[in-house]
């Protein structure tokens, strides 16, 4: 079986852009959660979309935003970066919201200038 | 408010020695606890999680955990340290319930050193 896979690895935006990065999740898995992990932090919880609906957010400005698309894949959009945006952005993928677990991709490093 | 605190920023062992990494969480219900770990730059690997049932959770590398509900902590542990074992690991606690059923709450990690 497929793992969690993201794209791009690295991107670099300048301040005031957008930027949109993307999540496949593990084969038979339909829920997918994103999470920012800055330099030396543990990951907080962004968001989660579960068949296609939000399903939870964390303490993030409406400037995240995010997709879930009918296969499960997944998109995190941020709108009008600051610098603090930058860190490294975790997908995780699990069957039905969680139960037996996450499988978390490489993750998308953004880096602001 | 959920939170999960892991004492240790750093720990350095021997290669060869044994390891505890210390996790407490305030969480109101009986948590789902997790450890993960992640090597520079990369992702979260699962080493283990507590649903419920046997206190003492075995896992992948040689890891095991132990829940102790009166102490509020979830220690990982291992008898004896490799090289390999050298990254940063997280302790997590899943809300079960509410709003915010699925959520992770991660604690600030601990970063394991291990000389040869």
């Known amino acids: 079986e497929t793992g969690v896979t993201q794209s791009p690895t690295h991107l670099i935006k300048t301040r005031g852009q957008q930027v949109t990065l993307r999540c496949s999740s593990q084969s038979g898995h339909n829920t997918v959660s994103w999470y920012q992990q800055a330099l030396g932090q543990g990951p907080q919880f962004i968001f989660q979309y579960y068949r296609e609906e939000e399903n939870g957010r964390g303490n993030f400005p409406p400037r995240f935003s995010g997709l879930q698309f009918p296969n499960y894949s997944s998109e995190l959009n941020v709108n009008a970066l600051e610098l603090d945006d930058s860190a490294l952005y975790l997908c995780?993928?699990?069957?039905?919201?969680?139960?037996?677990?996450?499988?978390f991709g490489s993750g998308t490093r953004l880096t602001v200038v | 408010a959920q939170s999960v605190t892991q004492p240790d920023i750093h720990i350095t062992v021997s290669e060869g020695a044994s390891l505890e990494l210390r996790c407490n969480y305030s969480y109101g219900a009986t948590p789902y606890l997790f450890w993960y770990v992640q090597s520079p730059g990369q992702g979260l690997q699962l080493l283990l999680k507590?649903?419920?049932?046997?206190?003492l959770v075995q896992g992948i590398k040689g890891f095991e955990a132990e829940f102790k509900r009166s102490q509020s902590s979830f220690n990982l542990r291992k008898p004896s340290v490799h090289w390999s074992d050298a990254a940063e690991y997280f302790c997590a606690v899943e809300h079960a319930g509410g709003t915010s059923y699925g959520k992770l709450t991660f604690g600030q990690g601990t970063i394991l050193t291990v000389h040869p």
């Open positions: 995780a993928s699990s069957k039905d919201r969680g139960g037996d677990g996450y499988t």
């Open positions: 507590y649903f419920s049932g046997d206190t």
